[in-house]
């Protein structure tokens, strides 16, 4: 019996989860049968993202120690393979030493995505060196440009250097994505090169990654950054530390001693509001709060409810999702505040508890500022009373607990969101106004790179560029960008020679800059999803994983997951955490199991055909 093909495109951490369940379930195949698996991604398997070849001061916004490749315990999370293979910690380098020097890496340590890229490649020698003989490897270091479906349904992958790889089955895991330049991307960087002989030190970065692109950013110019999440934090990162700045002294006492080679940074964006920091973990590593109200249970009640007096299960994430999750919150914080266990039956949200929420989610709420420097003190101020909270730890501030709250309770979330789960509207609003919120409160860097921040605004290396309802112009006579905000005092100018967008784009189809993508709308292989009207992002899958055809048909032997489908699912891009239920694991599991599945039955069917010929006899027909 010759060999089944797969084909898995993408071999970062989504295509590494693949490849481990086909190792755990190669023991489920029919007798007899051999696969092998053609690997198509151009880096190093298993890292994606998570380059080897990046920075050290580039730090994963998750406690090491609850990230992990094995959700089930058979193998090390990422703090314990640290640990194991010689890492100690000097300051905020991490050096594999092999004595005891330095420190050990503790489990509240948040350690550098060149290091996890390290351990997901471990991960994936491992896998591999364990699979069975009737499981073969092929590597291709390549990009995967189209992909056709043949009359039998086998799979015809074509790759950037002109290779063909035949496919029985096929799994599409390929990570993150970059946009097509938008009218505006086109503007700025026209712009950049227009007046570059006017000011050379003009540039337009639409994204910083690779961050080595910031090198074209010259010491001592202006750089606006616009944003203030995690990818901003990258930016900072390596136009100060990158520059040979160092920090030195730890919380408050944090200073930054500047090398010379820094830019002048400065800030902005929609809001204005800095990310939350990361509170202290005191709930160890598998710790997460019970939902007592918020729970998977209550969705679906609502959801019943929903059909029996609207004829329709979708929700209206604001009016009956969100009372739930703040009720939810508001009972971690008053028992957290009050230190105490309550019963659930005991709880209701008062008003107290529903101001002192709407302060943490909409601190801006009924604000005024009459002038940047106003608003910069309540920035500062801002950033200081949550470094406190974050110090306290997330079982002793009730801030930090509640925020916890919603970190803790995504399998809710998920039950309410996924596959059309709201109403079109409501998926627009819950997209657009809420994720944005959940993920400034509760997604945030660990503490320390808010002291960095506040160091750095301290040495005059980094400033904001204005305050809420900040926009771009550009000034064509100055040849600059300019950052404006209207105040009641008169309008805040800066102006800046640098522009960075600093977020992640949203992976939409349509203005995807992959060929592969282009090409398999093109195909109708594939099709944007969509809540009727509304197109949130992601392409199409039905709940088993299988991609949707332009057709409205399942993709029958192929499956999506990841970052791909960002969209008909929610919050896909987390890893495992140790000893917990997993959706990043259960969604590989699914889809592997659906193959083996399809295996078996094709076996038994050409084996029922064989035996049904060998029982055949020949007869004569008048």
Request: hydrophobic residues 35%; aromatic residues 8%.
């Amino acid at each position: 019996m010759s060999a089944l093909q797969v084909a898995v495109n993408g071999v970062g951490p989504r295509g590494l989860s693949i490849l481990q369940r086909i190792s755990e379930l190669a023991a489920e195949l029919p007798a007899g049968c051999s696969l092998d698996v053609h690997l198509i991604d151009p880096g190093d398997s298993g890292q994606g993202v998570h380059s080897t070849q990046q920075p050290g001061h580039l730090l994963t916004n998750t406690v090491a120690s609850q990230v992990t490749m094995f959700a089930n315990g058979q193998g090390p999370s990422f703090t314990q393979w640290a640990a194991a293979s010689g890492y100690r910690q000097f300051g905020g380098a991490f050096c594999p030493t092999g004595d005891d020097s330095g420190e050990p890496v503790g489990e509240h340590a948040y350690l550098p995505r060149q290091l996890l890229g390290a351990y997901l490649s471990w991960v994936f020698d491992q896998t591999v060196n364990g699979l069975p003989q009737h499981v073969r490897i092929v590597h291709h270091r390549d990009r995967a440009v189209d992909i056709e479906q043949g009359d039998a349904g086998r799979f015809a992958i074509r790759l950037e250097k002109g290779f063909v790889v035949h496919s029985d089955y096929l799994f599409l895991t390929t990570g993150h994505c970059e946009r097509i330049p938008t009218e505006e991307d086109q503007a700025y960087e026209e712009f950049a090169r227009g007046n570059a002989k006017r000011n050379p030190r003009l540039a337009y970065c639409s994204t910083p990654y690779p961050v080595n692109r910031l090198q074209q950013i010259a010491p001592g110019s202006t750089v606006a950054v616009q944003g203030f999440g995690l990818t901003a934090h990258d930016v900072i990162s390596e136009l100060t530390v990158g520059r040979g700045g160092t920090f030195h002294g730890s919380g408050p006492d944090t200073e930054y001693r500047p090398s010379g080679r820094e830019p002048q940074i400065r800030l902005f964006s929609r809001q204005c509001l800095p990310f939350s920091a990361r509170g202290v973990n005191q709930k160890g590593i598998t710790g997460a709060h019970r939902p007592r109200f918020f729970t998977n249970e209550a969705v679906q009640q609502l959801q019943q409810e929903a059909t029996r007096h609207r004829g329709d299960p979708r929700l209206d994430f604001t009016e009956e999702v969100l009372p739930l999750l703040l009720r939810e919150m508001g009972y971690a914080y008053r028992s957290t505040e009050e230190q105490r266990s309550i019963s659930p039956e005991d709880y209701e949200l008062t008003a107290g508890d529903r101001r002192a929420l709407e302060e943490l989610l909409d601190p801006l709420h009924d604000k005024q500022f009459a002038n940047q420097e106003e608003f910069a003190k309540f920035f500062v101020d801002h950033i200081v009373s949550d470094l406190e909270h974050a110090e306290l730890g997330n079982a002793t501030s009730p801030v930090k607990a509640a925020t916890d709250v919603i970190r803790d309770t995504r399998a809710s979330l998920r039950e309410a969101v996924e596959f059309s789960g709201l109403t079109p509207d409501s998926h627009r609003v819950f997209n657009r106004k809420y994720v944005p919120v959940m993920n400034r409160v509760s997604f945030g860097p660990p503490r320390h790179r808010n002291h960095q921040l506040l160091a750095l605004m301290h040495a005059g290396i980094v400033d904001l560029a204005g305050g809420p309802g900040s926009r771009v112009l550009l000034d064509r006579e100055a040849a600059k960008f300019t950052v404006r905000t209207d105040y009641p005092d008169g309008p805040e100018i800066h102006y800046a020679d640098a522009l960075i967008v600093a977020r992640l784009d949203a992976f939409h189809p349509e203005s995807d800059r992959s060929p592969l993508i282009a090409n398999l709308l093109e195909r109708g292989l594939i099709r944007p999803y969509s809540n009727d009207e509304f197109k949130p992002g992601g392409i199409d899958i039905d709940e088993r994983g299988r991609p949707v055809t332009a057709a409205g048909q399942a993709l029958n032997s192929a499956w999506a997951v990841g970052y791909l489908v960002e969209g008909p699912r929610f919050y896909t891009h987390a890893l495992p955490r140790q000893a917990m239920a997993s959706q990043f694991t259960l969604d590989a599991d699914m889809a592997v199991r659906d193959m083996v599945s399809d295996i078996k039955h094709r076996h038994n069917t050409t084996q029922e055909e064989e035996d049904a010929g060998s029982d055949r006899k020949p007869i004569s027909v008048p």
